[in-house]
């Protein structure tokens, strides 16, 4: 016997419906003109920044020895709070033991002129993201990390040069009292004599930890990770006068050979100098998508209503949510200063036509974002 | 460490970290008074929204802005376990530290060890079976009393921290647990200070430990009315 | 062995019960018997074994290394592996944490001292090869019999080298006694009103909490914190069950003290 069957629509609320049907969420968002965090197509989400009190530099810590963050910052970013710290080493640059002749000199700075990375300093970044797991670092993470890491050496944002340590010296005076000098402190009267015969550079490192995560978290890393660059202090380090240069003979399998002792280098606890930047390769990042209308997932308009002529694939700025994530597949990334000059620019394809026109638009957006997030400090 | 970590980068291998000068003595002198004084506490809720339940707890000494403990708690769970049946639920609890790196691992799960005791005894863990709750807590900053790092100086503000984030998660306790701390030691409360659930004493003399016990369930009081003011205050 | 429900009901209210009534028959304040070996491990400048006897046993063995102190200020190594559990995991690192504390709080480091600039390292290594009630005291009354019958070499060379550079000397067979107070480590397990010492590992499954005392130095000492025995019972105690435990503690451990130097 057959009975006929029913059939009522089910509906869900709005949240629901972005669980279960994404990509069908998104479409009806855009639809109507909005997108589903109910930003503007093209709007950014606004980022809050300061430096979180963290690093040694600020009052709070009248430059304690044990903290040794450099340079920090905290961002939030609707819910996502990113917070990065910079601290520091040192690493000692391999030179001969006599020292370098001025012909070497030469070729070393030839050969170091065709190379554009060695001009530039590296960040080493460690990205962790909090999802309520432990164990080994996610694709995710390891992927911003690289990134973050190429990102940086390649645009150039630190030079070699900046990372130099200007080594000073530790003196004990003959009334016990003890003084250091800095040689760019004490001008030329410093006796070039006593300084250390030995070249250090500071190692930075960044430590990256996200909370709330919300979508793509690239830029928001990056852009954490340069307003903490920006405002790190590196501490001016020293020698004792005893060590300034030291060998010690040590036997080593029966050969003898000259080893410098690897005494300590030591920082100054009070004073330190800001990392300088190359400030025309400071750029911030932003991100973008592209998706194709589906006009099916339209809603159905009234009758009367005049069929508007809407375009086919619609440009979304500063992606945000599951539903953004995982339905807009085609994707720009972008770092670029206020005057568009890019840094770095990644498309993906993903289905969606990514036209030249869609390109020059987010480069134009990108660098308007940029110009604002430059001013904030 | 024969292996070299190859999922995260590392720098170069002959790096060595910064080491400052030691400062002058008598810049150190008037912390160590500091020890017992009276905290002030900012309190928010619900930070981390893909967790069930966040907080966010800031202590300073309370005539200054100096030595702020700054952590993020956050509770994941109850949520299904795979594998065999547990008629209650289990619990986790990982402390890490966001930005400068100051504890031994050792010494990290001992506290997480002390802690898991402690939350055991107060969360009601029958009410969940099959499930687990994970705590992690999220050392931003800290620096302790005469600039050292001591566990006792962040165990309350743990203890706290995770009160609020099960709150805040809608997790069952059977009370809300708190601690207080005199001395170096620390002792966490339940019921109206009636119950002891934690005792933590590294440090200092045996000989005045009811006493010691007396001080701390003081700032525990404290501690606990200053959290149920803020959960009322707040309370949708 | 896992109790059923109505097992561990009885066990608890049995020894909840005022004399408290432990399956094996002990009283409250009463260890269970073990057995100690010492010095039988001949690469080592101290050993020993311990046999408790519900099975479980530990071997301890301490090893000592010449540093110089200046640079390496760490003068005690504790390493803890417990089998049947991972190395990182977080009872075993905080078995090690709590070891490390306790003997580098307590021990002394004058008695390591060589010269002005050599002192000896000790490495103290901790193999639990089957442990089925908490190790924690089992393991500190191991280690107070290998530091007790560790003989280190002899120096012969003098022991002034701030002005001249000169490394140790050591005696070719004389050895030393290593002279340091250990301290023990006891853990009681808090079941009802009543305090039960040693607890067993079905005790340990029924308590409402435990607790460890550190003894040093024939008084009470650092650290004193609680510690979970199981994962499903815990409850809290009040300040009176800290009482008994430390009158309790002050009684019995100095007959343990004698009982393990009379090895």
Redesign the interface.
């Known amino acids: 016997m057959a009975s006929s069957i029913e059939i009522h629509p089910i509906t869900f609320p709005p949240e629901v419906l972005a669980r279960i049907a994404p990509d069908l969420s998104i479409q009806r968002h855009l639809s109507l003109g909005v997108r589903p965090c109910l930003r503007q197509f093209e709007e950014f989400r606004n980022i809050e920044i300061s430096d979180g009190g963290l690093s040694r530099s600020t009052d709070l810590f009248h430059n304690s020895e044990e903290n040794n963050i450099l340079g920090s910052n905290v961002l939030r970013s609707g819910k996502t709070i990113v917070i990065t710290s910079i601290t520091g080493g040192f690493v000692e640059e391999l030179l001969p033991v006599h020292g370098i002749d001025e012909g070497e000199e030469e070729l070393r700075n030839m050969t170091m002129q065709h190379d554009r990375i060695s001009q530039f300093g590296a960040v080493y970044p460690v990205v962790e993201v909090e999802r309520g797991r432990m164990g080994a670092p996610t694709d995710e993470e390891m992927n911003l990390s690289q990134k973050i890491y190429n990102c940086i050496l390649g645009s150039g944002v630190i030079p070699k040069s900046s990372l130099n340590v200007s080594v000073g010296r530790r003196t004990t005076n003959p009334d016990k009292s003890v003084s250091i000098t800095y040689p760019d402190e004490e001008g030329p009267e410093l006796d070039q004599q006593f300084l250390p015969k030995r070249k250090w550079s500071y190692v930075l490192y960044a430590k990256i930890q996200v909370f709330s995560r919300d979508g793509p978290l690239f830029e928001l890393c990056w852009n954490s990770l340069i307003y903490a660059l920006k405002n790190t202090k590196l501490p001016r380090a020293f020698v004792d006068e005893k060590t300034t240069d030291l060998k010690i003979p040590v036997r080593v399998r029966g050969r003898s050979a000259a080893i410098r002792e690897t005494y300590d280098i030591i920082c100054d606890s009070h004073k330190s100098i800001p990392l300088v930047l190359n400030s025309k390769n400071v750029g911030f990042a932003s991100n973008f998508g592209v998706i194709d209308l589906d006009p099916e997932a339209r809603l159905p308009e009234k009758e009367d209503e005049m069929q508007v002529d809407q375009e086919d694939s619609i440009l979304l700025a500063d992606l945000q949510g599951e539903a953004e994530e995982s339905s807009v597949l085609s994707t720009l990334s972008i770092i670029s200063d206020e005057k568009g000059n890019l840094k770095h620019l990644g498309i993906i394809g993903g289905g969606s036509k990514v036209t030249t026109e869609t390109i020059r638009r987010s480069i134009l957006l990108s660098s308007k974002r940029s110009e604002d997030l430059s001013t904030k400090n | 460490m024969s292996v070299s970590d190859r999922r995260r980068i590392l720098g170069p291998t002959n790096a060595r970290p910064i080491q400052f000068a030691p400062l002058n003595e008598d810049s150190k002198k008037i912390d160590t008074e500091r020890k017992n004084l009276n905290k002030s506490v900012f309190i928010e809720n619900g930070l981390v929204s893909n967790s069930n339940g966040s907080s966010y707890l800031e202590t300073r000494d309370s005539n200054g802005i100096e030595y702020p403990t700054l952590l993020l708690t956050s509770v994941y769970g109850p949520r299904p376990t795979r594998g065999s049946f547990n008629s209650k639920a289990s619990l986790t609890i990982q402390f890490k530290e966001v930005t400068a790196e100051n504890f031994p691992t050792g010494e990290l799960k001992e506290l997480c060890n002390f802690l898991t005791n402690i939350f055991n005894a107060v969360i009601n863990l029958a009410g969940y079976p099959k499930s687990g709750i994970d705590i992690f807590l999220n050392l931003i900053q800290h620096e302790g009393p005469s600039g050292e790092y001591s566990r006792e100086a962040i165990l309350p503000t743990c203890i706290n921290g995770i009160t609020l984030a099960l709150v805040d998660a809608g997790i069952e306790i059977f009370d809300m647990v708190s601690a207080g701390s005199y001395n170096g030691t620390v002792v966490s409360f339940t019921k109206n200070g009636e119950e002891i659930v934690g005792l933590w004493k590294d440090t200092g003399d045996v000989e005045d430990l009811v006493e010691t016990i007396e001080k701390c369930k003081e700032q525990y009081y404290q501690n606990r009315s200053t959290m149920i003011k803020y959960l009322m205050q707040n309370k949708k | 062995m896992v109790l059923s429900v109505t097992e561990k009901a009885y066990l608890y209210e049995s020894l909840s019960a005022v004399p408290p009534l432990r399956p094996d028959g002990r009283a409250a304040h009463q260890f269970r018997p073990v057995e100690l070996f010492t010095d039988f491990l001949p690469t080592s400048n101290g050993s020993s074994k311990i046999v408790a006897s519900d099975g479980s046993e530990c071997i301890v063995s301490v090893k000592a290394k010449v540093v110089d102190h200046t640079v390496d200020n760490e003068f005690l190594v504790v390493d803890v592996d417990i089998a049947g559990h991972r190395d990182d995991s977080?009872?075993v690192?905080?078995i090690?944490?709590?070891l490390?504390?306790v003997l580098t709080?307590q021990l002394e480091q004058r008695g390591l001292q060589l010269t002005r600039k050599y002192s000896f390292k000790l490495f103290i290594d901790v193999l639990v090869l089957s442990s089925y009630s908490h190790p924690l005291s089992l393991i500190s009354f191991a280690i107070y019999a290998a530091l007790n019958s560790t003989y280190l070499p002899k120096l012969i060379s003098s022991d002034d080298d701030l002005d001249v550079a000169e490394l140790p000397l050591f005696h070719d067979y004389d050895l030393e006694k290593l002279d340091v107070r250990v301290p023990l480590l006891f853990t009681v397990a808090l079941v009802g009103n009543n305090v039960l010492i040693d607890p067993a590992s079905n005790e340990s499954d029924v308590a409402n909490?435990g607790?460890v005392v550190t003894w040093s130095n024939g008084?009470?000492?650092?650290?004193?914190?609680?510690?979970?025995l199981n994962?499903?019972n815990?409850?809290?105690?009040?300040?009176s069950?800290?009482?008994t435990t430390?009158e309790m503690i002050e009684k019995c451990a100095p007959q343990v003290v004698k009982a393990l130097d009379g090895i």
């Open positions: 977080q009872f690192l905080s090690g944490s709590i490390t504390k709080q909490n607790l008084k009470i000492g650092t650290p004193i914190m609680t510690i979970g994962d499903d815990v409850k809290g105690f009040g300040s069950h800290i009482r430390l």
